[in-house]
């Protein structure tokens, strides 16, 4: 339909990485949830439920726009594609490939993902990222080099099985309600014991048998003692260390030195709750691991991920239903992006750009050879706008809001020639030189990845409004322009099977396959379906072990002067990631319109802050002004506040720090001073 009246079809939520099924309801003109294989009785928390009223939002951009003389104009899409092609080929020209930068994005579909880094590796860069880099990246290398594979080990189905859920620096009841709801909490409420490490009391923690309230950045000492404990006591699984591990000798001398009194103090948690942890984790018989962002968003956030695995492989609690590493994935596409090669270093199916071996396969099937050197990730490549990058191709997401550092951010986008393709005039759009106005989940056929590696189908219910285009359609358009690739697929479903064509982990699945349920990878070609459970008798790739990693506790970016409090930030669950999509939405911004610092009442009354307070939050970065939640929720000397909102916009006081392997910044730990406006 072309008048914006929706047809009732089977689709996915656009929102979180759990993968609700979800349709319209004519009658009250609502999401509203069907039977899916993720969410069996149909259920939607409030996200999924008010996700039609973003489509008709008051910014949605309608037509091409461009710059003229400092002011964004509407054009023709002639036009809008000229002035790209025009600038990116005389960057191209000047410059080279490699002067041009994409951000792919993480909420949109496998094939627009697959088909821009197609393109970005024709032109010839390898400069294309998507914001997994900014929630997962550390969690990704960290499983990449232990166990062979980046992405959740179990399945949310099998999961109920565990004895004990050992969730670390993640908060499912509010970010996965629809997981927790469905799997996690009739499991709690069968018997399982929940461990929750958390610098901040949240709805998980509500619903744990024991809360280890963290400082931020202090999750090494934590979990190493657990390690120490676990050996020491000899209560960790020798069968499988001997036989599926390897280095457990070094690891023990590198935990010799360890001292858990010492740990304990230095992450602020009394020494018997670790030690009760460290129990509750060796004694149980299957242990389901959970990781979020309070783990990997640090600056040695992949450190803090090996942390963790040590633990899984200490007392054997991988490859068997009820255990595993369990990254819980934010957004919709979040795993897809990364998986179809939106990604500076790997192509599709988390293969090596630099490989020679898998360059010629791709040269093959693509007609040309992919860029053997790894491109900039996203926050380096923002960083270098204006020198290393001359031209940004901003897909959907919206840096302005998400990268740390704001204020720098804010400056470097407006030094390259700026593309953004985006639904509203989100603040990345606002600095553009061109817009191209795309579709919306509910406009567009597809493929999305789940957090448990479930591709289902979006279908489209509605054309995208007025002048705005299928994103797919833009980006190969982009694609024609600037090469000299033959794109002319009939719709998603041909661009998905090249995808499954080069990609080995997606090599058996088919949109029909796919159907209204779901098809899992890896699934490799001639296999009858996709693998459940990871490692079971080997490790992903085929190795009979994994090892240990020795790390050690390594202090924040930032450090913290008398009279500073720590800024933590993180996620409500009425909103999500940058707000551009749920700050849209009048029934999210009804349950919840602005932000707040939560702050400890010891650290409320000693600035003479009351609850309801104005606050200036500041640090050498940036300050933001904020009303004041007071709550025994948060830990002395620490305050919280969210990533959704544009003002307060809490990045500006975040660092750039990046963890050396993974590139992820530092969002979890910013010192800051806090003051009464
Ligand atoms: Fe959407 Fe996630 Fe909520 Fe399900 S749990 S309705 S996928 S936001």
């Known amino acids: 339909s072309s008048d914006g009246e929706l047809e009732p079809k089977k689709s996915i939520c656009p929102f979180c990485g759990v993968g609700c099924g979800l349709t319209y309801n004519e009658d009250n003109g609502k999401g509203t949830g069907w039977e899916g294989p993720v969410n069996t009785r149909g259920e939607l928390c409030p996200k999924g439920a008010a996700a039609f009223e973003m489509l008709d939002a008051d ?117 996965h309600p629809v997981i927790f709801n469905s799997y996690l909490g009739a499991a709690l409420r069968d018997g399982t014991e929940m461990v929750h490490i958390d610098p901040r009391e949240n709805q998980t923690t509500q619903q744990a048998d024991m809360h280890v309230g963290v400082t931020p950045g202090y999750d090494i000492p934590v979990l190493n003692a657990m390690a120490k404990v676990i050996i020491e006591e000899e209560l960790h699984d020798e069968e499988f260390v001997a036989e599926r591990t390897e280095g457990f000798e070094a690891f023990e001398e590198h935990l010799a030195d360890v001292d858990v009194a010492e740990n304990a103090e230095l992450a602020g948690v009394p020494e018997e709750n670790i030690r009760e942890a460290a129990h509750k984790v060796a004694e149980a018989d299957r242990v389901a691991s959970f990781t979020g962002m309070g783990m990997s968003q640090h600056k040695y956030g992949t450190d803090n991920v090996h942390a963790l695995i040590n633990l899984v492989l200490l007392t054997g609690n991988i490859g068997k239903p009820g255990t595993g590493v369990n990254p819980l994935r934010g957004q919709n596409n979040v795993q897809g992006a990364a998986d179809v090669g939106a990604s500076p270093s790997s192509l599709p199916g988390y293969q090596s750009v630099e490989d020679p071996e898998v360059r010629a396969d791709f040269e093959e099937a693509w007609g040309f050879e992919p860029p053997a050197e790894p491109g900039l990730t996203e926050v380096e490549a923002s960083h270098a ?111 998905f099977d090249e995808l499954a064509s080069v990609s080995p982990i997606y090599a058996g699945i088919t949109y029909d396959g796919i159907g209204e349920s779901y098809q899992r990878w890896p699934f490799y070609e001639g296999a009858e379906s996709g693998v459940d459970i990871l490692h079971e008798d080997e490790f992903y790739g085929g190795e009979k072990t994994a090892p240990f990693a020795l790390v050690e506790h390594i202090d924040p970016g930032d450090e913290v002067e008398e009279g500073e409090l720590v800024l933590t930030t993180g996620r409500v669950m009425q909103h999500f990631n940058s707000g551009a999509l749920s700050r849209r939405t009048e029934t999210l911004m009804r349950m919840r319109g602005e932000d707040v610092l939560e702050m400890h009442p010891t650290d409320a009354e000693e600035r003479g802050i009351e609850d309801g307070d104005w606050v200036r939050v500041e640090n050498e970065r940036g300050e933001v002004e904020v009303e004041v939640a007071v709550t025994p929720a948060i830990a002395e000397g620490t305050v919280f506040m969210t990533f959704h909102y544009a003002d307060p916009l809490v990045n500006r006081l975040t660092g750039d720090y990046l963890d050396p392997v993974a590139k992820i910044p530092e969002y979890k730990h910013s010192a800051v001073s806090v003051s009464k406006t």
């Open 385 to 495: 706008a204006g020198d290393e990058i001359q031209g940004l191709y901003v897909f959907a997401e919206n840096p302005a809001i998400t990268e740390p550092h704001s204020d720098r951010i804010h400056e470097d986008l407006q030094e390259a020639f700026l593309v953004v393709q985006d639904l509203f005039m989100t603040e990345t759009a606002e600095y553009a030189d061109v817009i191209l106005p795309g579709s919306a989940w509910a406009e567009k056929e597809g493929t999305y990845t789940n957090t448990d590696r479930r591709l289902q189908r979006v279908r489209q219910m509605r054309s995208p409004p007025g002048d705005a285009k299928s994103d797919l359609e833009i980006i190969a358009e982009f694609g024609r322009r600037m090469t000299d690739l033959e794109i002319d697929y009939d719709g998603a479903e041909a661009v």
């Open 59 to 175: 910014d949605r951009i309608t037509q091409p726009m461009v710059r003229e003389n400092g002011h964004l104009v509407t054009a023709s899409w002639e036009e809008a594609m000229d002035r790209v092609a025009e600038n990116f080929g005389e960057i191209v020209e000047e410059h080279g490939p490699e002067a041009l930068g994409f951000f792919a994005s993480s909420n949109c579909t496998n094939e627009e993902n697959y088909l821009l880094q197609k393109i970005a590796r024709k032109i010839g860069t390898n400069t294309i990222d998507n914001c997994a880099r900014l929630c997962h990246a550390s969690t990704v290398a960290a499983m990449g080099k232990q166990l062979n594979v980046g992405a959740m080990t179990n399945t949310t189905d099998d999961l109920g099985e565990a004895d004990v859920f050992l969730v670390c620096g993640a908060n499912p009841a509010e970010q």
